[in-house]
Antibody
């Protein structure tokens, strides 16, 4: 069974930093691109970042570029999101999510999501 | 990047058919995905690659595509289908985009 478990959320002051982690199990983590997606309270889903299985390709939403850094450790089956210079508008539930692969091909979509971790940026 | 536009809400009676549209200029070039999200829960994939249904998703969920619009259809809506639904696609620079979301209310 695919499991994605996020941790590291909490309350942080504006301008502060936080590092989110995602522990993956139930699949070959090193074969999948992974994503971070966030959802502000009462709002819709917003894609944050993607990282390919080999870390060769990394992408960010314009809203976090230059402040957030995604990384992964395939030996530890773990995905990370380092968030710096946090703003009130970064307050959201952050989801770890796996790219969809089927029949040997992978696509620009998500098939599994974690339960999310809440990040609150407030003074 | 581009935008994906969905109606804010759809209301339907139990047993009837709900159709949720998602419109965007990039949709003819990229596959669309659909997710269901119930309050306090993570999203769940219900349709991938425009019209494919993952195992475990009821047959009443189907997807279709025509030009710049993709549609999620729920046939024979049940009370447990009340949720928010989001479409998602990607642009040529591998930026993922989510639709604005549609709240389905089962009357």
């Amino acid at each position: 069974e695919v499991q994605l478990v996020e941790s590291g959320g909490g309350l942080v002051k504006p301008g502060g930093s936080l590092r989110l982690s995602c522990a993956a199990s139930g699949f070959t983590f090193s074969s999948y691109s992974m994503n971070w997606v966030r959802q502000a309270p009462g709002k819709g889903l917003e894609w944050v970042s993607s990282i390919s299985f080999s870390t060769s390709y990394i992408y960010y939403a314009d809203s976090v570029k230059g402040r957030f850094t995604v990384s992964r450790d395939n030996a530890k089956n773990s995905l990370y999101l380092q968030m710096n210079s946090l703003r009130a508008e970064d307050t959201a539930v952050y989801y770890c999510a796996r790219d969809h692969c089927n029949g040997g091909s992978c696509y620009a979509g998500i098939d599994y999501w974690g339960q999310g971790t809440l990040v609150t940026v407030s003074s | 990047s581009f935008e994906l536009t969905q109606p804010p809400s759809v209301s339907v009676s139990p047993g009837q058919t709900a159709r949720i549209t998602c419109s965007g200029d990039a949709l003819p070039k990229q596959y669309a995905y659909w997710y269901q999200q119930k309050p306090g829960q993570a999203p769940v994939l219900v349709i991938y690659k425009d019209s494919e249904r993952p195992s475990g998703i009821p047959e009443r969920f189907s997807g279709s595509s025509s030009g710049t619009t993709v549609t999620l259809t729920i046939s024979g809506v049940q009370t447990e289908d009340e949720a928010d639904y989001y479409c998602q696609s990607a642009d040529s620079s591998n930026t993922y985009v989510f639709g604005t979301g549609t709240k389905v209310t089962v009357l």
